[in-house]
């Protein structure tokens, strides 16, 4: 596939400059106009070595006005990138709606060059190359411009320009020489190259292959293919959203066949005071201990809670917070987005906030507004939201593909427990700021809320992120169900390893950590070491092997008198 790009085409210095001027006052005026939209263009630099790509990028950055285009660069990953999902350096690049970001490399260096030097196989590697046209669909239909350019040319020319590259003090090549491995075995790496593009090279995010002997050739038909893209793009609307109108089975009449999950819930469940507060305080030790084994084992943990308003989301985070040390969590409130979260992808926001190696995160509510608040206020569009199921297990798979302990918990009360809690809002003083007109409307869209729940469960409680529902009515059965679903959970993946969660290493990621002990080790009072000692009447993470897609523990008995620690 490549023969096209070895045939010797060339621009003179005459027609190179003639031209030049043309193009740039072009570009410079579709890039005016392109800020006056929500079109974010992402412009993906990669080839052969030696091709040139740098010398693009900079012509790009001299045509440009370089206060609207960002260029990144991915080659050492960084220690913060090492301690965080792959995908999670490619979001945080991402630019903002109206602006320009070029790539070198991007999502495509690495699984080439992994496949490259023999350290994944061909099935792994057209794994990466499957989620890499997923992700870069998502950001189309969320309104991108792609542009891909891969630079290449013939095996002799690449020799001479490495010489004269080898040659100049201030060649990238001085500072890289182990990239001149892949000019040793040119016939291999273009094997790679071309499984690559043929795997990736779609309708709405083509590849165009450009020749990179002549430098001015080269340029020019960069500038030029990119003046046409971003022109195209403005006069069109964008590909055709392929999401069906569809959504969930359209359901006969009667109260049995609108049943949902929620109404499978006892609400009744309830704990009293005393056993409250006896198992709670075993808890919390239980897990602060957790917390600390997966820091030094640097498995990091995302917490999820979502619910109907007043179930009890806050005082469920203040008991789990109240106990972990500071210094391993942080919390993210999620409000309406700002205007630089609505100026990226909705995950954007989300990625950014995803803890390093170690530690946790709580997110007090999350992406799953999309398909809750979002859809039932009209907030989002009916293909937005429909495309965000399959987006957003996307998003937790890679989570949990690399490591992340991830659980989701729903907290729901029936609308009388709302209505009670709502009044007493209303009458304590410093309970007030919590009550808003908006709660009172939502309470009104009740069965449309209940119905985004059901497809919500139904559609993203997967083998690798299920939802754990939460009878919330009684708030103290539902702090220790919560407690006892993460100390259960912590302990197995803790146990079982950093690659338990892992069908397979996609190529690109990172190379599994080393194995660690599975003891999962405690601090008594009396500063003796012993086991974790696990509560025989939770039986929480039992109940989940029976149903994966849903956890719903019994209700917590009353443990048995705790024996004296001297």
Sequence with gaps: ????????????????????????????????ELRQTDIPVIILISGVEAAGKGEVVNRLNEWLDTRGVWTHAFWDETDEERARPRYWRFWRTLPPRGEITILFGGWYMTPIEYHFQGHCTDAELDAELNRIVDYERMLIQDGALIVKFWFHMSEQDQKVRLQALSRDDRSRWKMMPQKAKFS???????????????????????????????????????GKTLLHAIRTRLSDPGPEDLTPNAGGPELPSGPRAQTTVLDQLDLTMSLSDDKYKAQMKDLQVEINELAWHAYNAKRST????????????????????????????????????????????YLWRFWRHVPRAGYITLYDRSWYGRVLVERVEGFASDAEWRRAYSEINGFE?????????????????????????????EQVAYKRYKITAEDWRNREKWPLYKEAVNEMVARTSTEHAHWTLVEGNDKRYARVKVMRTICAALKEALAAGPGATTRYVPCGDKP??????????????????????????????????????????KEPKEPKEPKSRG
Excluded: C
């Excluded at 023969?3 to 410079?28: C, H, I, M, N």
């Design 1 to 32: 596939m490549f023969e096209a790009t070895k045939v010797g085409r060339s621009v003179s210095k005459d027609d190179f400059k003639e031209q030049q001027e043309a193009l740039r006052t072009q570009l410079l005026a579709v890039q005016r």
């Design 184 to 222: 040793e075995h040119y016939q291999a790496f273009e094997q790679v190259a071309e499984r690559v593009i043929l795997h990736t090279d779609r309708g709405i995010s083509p590849w165009y292959l450009v020749e990179a002997e002549d430098p001015r050739y080269r340029d020019l038909t960069v």
């Design 302 to 345: 995302v917490l999820v809670f979502e619910g109907v308003d007043a179930g009890g989301k806050g005082g469920t985070i203040r008991r789990i917070t109240s106990t972990i040390d500071a210094r391993l969590y942080r919390t993210i409130p999620v409000a309406a987005p700002t205007d630089e979260e609505k100026a990226h992808h």
């Design 397 to 425: 798979e890679q989570l949990v593909g690399s490591g992340v302990i991830l659980l989701k918990f729903w907290v729901h009360i029936d609308q009388d427990e709302q209505l009670r809690r709502f009044q007493d809002r």
């Design 512 to 553: 599994p950590r080393e194995p660690i002990e599975t003891a999962v080790p405690t601090l008594k009072p009396n500063g003796t070491d012993k086991a974790v000692k696990t509560d025989k009447d939770a039986k929480v993470d039992k109940d989940a092997k029976a149903d994966k897609a849903v956890k719903v523990p």
